[in-house]
């Protein structure tokens, strides 16, 4: 079992930044990525990005890449979010998830292949 707790969710002016954190516990020896989603009011839940547990790998959802970038910190088993130009249509609720199985590249988008999720944080942005 793996707990996921998110938070630096807030408002912000469009093209302000925010960074989102999801901290990890339980078996967190065991995960091989994890993930951010977001969900927006009506909308479907969206990948934004993944990375290796053990490092190495990054992916992102084209349309957000050259904005939001993920990193880890292995000591402190947090994952980051950091989202920068940020625009009215980036405003959702973002989800971190983990994914415990083991498998090859490339990492996973699809939100029924994370086994663990967090509660969520909201971010909007205003116009």
């Known amino acids: 079992q793996v707990r996921l707790v998110e938070s630096g969710g807030g408002l912000v002016q469009a093209g302000g930044s925010l960074r989102l954190s999801c901290a990890a516990s339980?078996?967190?020896?065991?995960?091989?990525?994890m993930a951010w989603f977001r969900q927006a009011s009506g909308k479907e839940r969206e990948f934004v990005g993944a990375t290796g547990w053990s490092g190495g790998i990054t992916t992102y959802v084209d349309s957000l890449k050259d904005r939001f970038t993920i990193s880890r910190d292995k000591a402190k088993n947090t994952m980051y979010l950091q989202m920068n130009s940020l625009k009215p249509e980036d405003t959702a609720v973002y989800y971190c998830a983990a994914d415990m199985v083991h498998r090859p590249p490339p990492l996973r988008v699809g939100a029924l292949d994370y086994d663990f999720w967090g509660q969520g944080t909201q971010v909007t942005v205003s116009s």
């Open positions: 339980g078996a967190t020896y065991n995960m091989y990525a």
